[in-house]
Nanobody, 123 residues
Framework: EVQLVESGGGLVQAGGSLRLSCATS????????IGWFRQAPGKDREGVSC????????HYADSVKGRFSISRDNAKNTVVLQMDNLKPEDTAVYSC????????????????WGQGTQVTVSS
């Protein structure tokens, strides 16, 4: 059974940092891309970042470039999203998702999703 479990969300002041983790199981980890999406109340879901399996190419939305960094630990089957210089507009529920490639994930979303973790940035 494929599982994705997010952790690391919380409340932080603007300019602060959070580190989100997506722990996975039930599939061959490095064969797949893992992406992070977010959804704020009243807004569409937005692709934030993604890392491909194998070559580990990374992808970022323009709104987070230079502030967020994604990495994967194949020994722990985990993907980490390091979020620095957070802004109030980063407030959202963040979810990780599994897809064949980041090109597919960032366009369509993935095939499996975690339950999400809340990130709240105060001004």
């Amino acid at each position: 059974e494929v599982q994705l479990v997010e952790s690391g969300g919380g409340l932080v002041q603007a300019g602060g940092s959070l580190r989100l983790s997506c722990a996975t199981s039930g599939f061959t980890f490095d064969d797949y891309a893992i992406g992070w999406f977010r959804q704020a109340p009243g807004k569409d879901r937005e692709g934030v970042s993604c890392i491909d399996g194998g070559v580990h190419d990374t992808h970022y939305a323009d709104s987070v470039k230079g502030r967020f960094s994604i990495s994967r630990d194949n020994a722990k089957n985990t993907v980490v999203l390091q979020m620095d210089n957070l802004k109030p507009e980063d407030t959202a529920v963040y979810s990780c998702t599994l897809a064949g490639t980041c090109l597919f994930a960032m366009t369509n979303g993935g095939h499996y999703w975690g339950q999400g973790t809340q990130v709240t940035v105060s001004s």
